[in-house]
Structures are given as C-alpha cells and as structure tokens.
C-alpha cells in the first residue's frame, strides 16, 4: 500500500516533468518568505524568474499547503494571480481577472476538501520530497492557464475551468457511469474480498471522468493511470491502489498527453493484479473511447 502510494506521487512528478508545452518551465526552486498578515499583495514571482507564472503559482500552492488560504481574502487572492498572470504576459486584462477570480474560488474550494482542518501553520516545506509535490502541482497549474490564456496580442479560447477538484461523467450511450465513490469509496487491504457492488461491474461497459498520469510516453499513449484528482498527493493523501484505474486503449493509434479532465469509456476488469509479489491494480479498463471531459 505504501510503496503504491509512493509510485504514484512519483508518477505525477514525472507527469509534468515530460509533458510537452509551448512555454519553458522552470526547474528551480522559488523561495516564499513568510508574509506578514497584514501585506495586501505579496510579491509572487521573484526578480530574474525565467518562468512568472510557474514560480508565481508555486507560491500561492505553497501558502496554500503550508498556511491556508482564508475565504474572506478571495479577493486578494484572485488580484494575486491577476498579477502573476501580467507578469508572465498572457492573455488581456479583461480575461486575466475572469481566469484569475474563478482560479482563486477554485483553489478555495479544494482547500476545503484536501486540506486538513488541524493542519500545523508552517513557514517552510517539510523536505524536498514535499517542495517537489508542491512544485508539480504549480507546474500543472500554470500549463492550464498557458493551454487556456494565449500570450498577449494572440486569440484563444474561452475560460473552461479545467482545474475543478473532481469531475462528472456523462457516459455515451450503452455505457454505464462509474463513480470514483463506488470504486474507491471503501478500506481496501491486499487480498480481502471486494464488496459485491464492486465485483458486479466485472465485464461491464462504464464510462468514468478524471485525470491523466502518463506511465512513460507523453504521445500515442496506450497505457495510463487515471484518477479522481491530481491535489490528494498535494496535501498527503495519496491514492490508494483502489482509487487509481489503469486504461488501456485499443486499437492502432494511441493519445496525447493532456493535462485537462477526461473521460473514458470501456469494459471494466475487476480483481486483483499481482507482480513481483505487490498488488500493482485492482481496477483496468480496456478504453474504446477517451474524450475531453469539459
């Protein structure tokens, strides 16, 4: 169960280490120096940053982990990212502050649900295993906005709230939804007998909607894990090995990494898998279709 959890944190790094992007990221560390209550409008993005908006997020995702963002600073929080979001040049002022007010509810929101009440206040990560999560996660964040805002003076597309915690499923016609609930909403232990539910969906065609963790390639994809949510590892909940399916897909041709929502429809395979004596799944499904989930 550990040494699963592990794999997958380290698999979301790796994620967003490989995928592709028309902007560099950064690999250096940003430095967040703890910031006085009272200060309106920290200084985000440190000078001679070579990516604004990754280091930018990096150090909103940091107060987030390590101090807790308050409701009533929404505001502030939303003018924080507009900031950012200037500094890195992307999109017009108008769309800066609708991407920069949803993107500061949103992260609100997934406090709420990811962040431990009775979690410590701290000034600095743990360790580097912890920045590293940190640094992923603010690097997934800004190659959302980089996909969605262009560069200023270029068209793009419309705000499309990608960075929901979960996502619903509308599955196509004669596929059932899964839900992540059923699934993953039990203690799963090595070797116990699954709940009914769960093994009834043995050979059944569903559909279910989450996020991409690329296991090597990030093009012509035939083999991923999808989860529910890419914040669990952010604030030390990893999923379990019940929480993450492995798709595979069918066919000649395979996809491309995306850093969005999808969803995927398919026959479901239910049981145990063990290699080299640990359950490495307990869920795979043989993708007939994998679609945009937004």
Request: net charge negative; glycine share 8%.
């Amino acid at each position: 169960m550990a040494r699963f959890a592990v794999v997958v944190c380290l698999l979301v790094v790796a994620v967003v280490a490989q995928a592709p992007d028309s902007r560099p990221v950064s690999g250096d560390v940003a430095k967040t120096e703890s910031r006085p209550a009272s200060r309106p409008l920290p200084v985000d993005v440190p000078e001679g940053s070579t990516d604004p908006l990754v280091d930018g997020m990096r150090s909103i995702v940091t107060e987030m982990k390590l101090r807790g963002l308050k409701v009533e600073d929404v505001d502030m929080i939303g003018d924080r990212i507009r900031i950012v979001l200037e500094k890195a040049n992307v999109g017009d002022d108008v769309r800066r502050r609708i991407e920069a007010s949803a993107l500061a509810r949103q992260l609100l929101e997934i406090q709420k649900d990811y962040r431990p009440k009775n979690e410590p206040v701290r000034d600095r990560p743990r360790d580097a295993a912890e920045e590293s999560v940190i640094r992923t996660v603010a690097e997934f964040l800004a190659r959302d906005l980089y996909r969605r805002l262009p560069v200023s003076g270029t068209p793009g597309s419309s705000h499309t709230g990608t960075m929901r915690a979960t996502v619903d499923v509308k599955p196509p016609e004669g596929y059932s939804a899964l839900t992540w609930k059923t699934i993953g909403g039990f203690e799963y232990t090595e070797g116990m007998k699954l709940p009914d539910d769960v093994k009834a969906l043995h050979g059944k065609k569903v559909a279910i909607a989450g996020y991409m963790m690329a296991l090597d390639e990030v093009e012509n994809i035939r083999e991923f894990l999808l989860v529910e949510s890419l914040w669990s590892c952010c604030f030390g909940t990893p999923p379990t090995v019940n929480q993450v399916l492995v798709i595979r897909i069918e066919g000649k041709k395979g996809i491309d990494y995306t850093s969005g929502p999808i969803q995927v429809a398919g026959i479901l395979d239910v049981g145990e898998k063990v290699e080299d004596g640990f359950v490495t799944s307990v869920y795979r499904l043989k993708a007939d279709k994998v679609l945009p989930a937004e």
